[in-house]
């Protein structure tokens, strides 16, 4: 039953109840207990989005925000419970029948990933050179969202974004299997996700996180040993001694402008989560990897624990006292610094 009038509130509201006995309570429900399936009732206060009632496939979404009392979803639409038929809506981006649902427990604002994720995209829009793929692409790539308010089982859980999914449309991405598409999530931190290290042995998508990467999305996933080795192909680039290199080659392998982006806006958002983690790379060509910013709810002066930032967290180069530049983040932006500092100054 509605409870409340949506159009009241400005926002639409989103109803989960469990439908089998002995499913997990979706209060309870733990990353490591996977999707489980529920009915999903959206009431919606746009005219240009309707009401909806489905089946739903969900799963707890996000690292270190899975051990938060509210949790982030990834939930993915369908017709029945036998799940056959995908139930594809149009919630603002076109129809497509898996987003995501995020609780932004640490930022009150419920503002900050999706404001942030929306002057990215100007960022993108501002480029001289755009990827064709990301003209396509919903907000060129990046997330987008609104406030849901969500009940489950009839209780109130909250205040909730519903956003762009990190998934194959996010980018536009066309499905064919005998395109090299690929989207390669930096899901942790290590050598592996700064770059200073190429991705050891992989024979299948799980393999990656061994390297602190998610595949996100491959067109062929039964093939993802090129996804190893073009990403590798960047990595061994910025880890070379080879000033001709870097310079003449790594612009085939990296897309430059992107990479500075990436870099000039993860200072100014003082964003210190997204340094190596939270980069979503893609490539359209199997050959050439575009950086683009995700999960951006630690910024704007707090941290990614929602603590206040302070100067000893604040992410921005600094001068040492030897009188040397030093460089947080990964590999790329040292690189970018040295051997692309005239565009870096002229795009900053």
Known sequence: NVLIDPTTLGMPIVYIEDIYEDAIPLADLKKSDGEIVVKYKYVSNDESISDFDCYC????????SASYPKKNFTIKLYKDETLDKKNK????WGKENKYCMKANYVDPSQAR?????QLFAQVVESRKNIAEGLKNAPNYGVIDGYPVLVYLNDEFHGLYTMNIPKDDWQFA?????NAKEALLMADGWGDYTALKLPIGEVTNIDDFLNYKFEVEYASDENNVIWIRDSFNEMVEI??????VRIKNVLPLHLDIEAAIDNMIFTYFLSAADNTAKNVLWATYDGKKWIPSMYDMDG???????GEPIDAS???????????SLSIPGS?????????FAKEVEERY
Do not use: H
Not at 57 to 64: F, L, M
Not at 238 to 243: A, E, I, P, R, T
């Open 238 to 243: 910025l880890n070379c001694n080879d000033d």
């Open 57 to 64: 496939e969900i799963k707890i979404q996000g690292a270190s």
């Open 89 to 92: 809506v149009d919630l603002g």
């Open 173 to 177: 991405m066309e499905g064919d299997e």
């Open 331 to 339: 590999k790329m932006y040292s690189v970018l610094c040295k051997y």
């Open 299 to 305: 910024t704007f002066g707090i941290y990614w624990n």
């Open 313 to 323: 967290k604040a992410v921005y180069p600094r001068i040492k006292s030897n009188g």
């Open 113 to 117: 990933n999706i404001v942030a994720a």
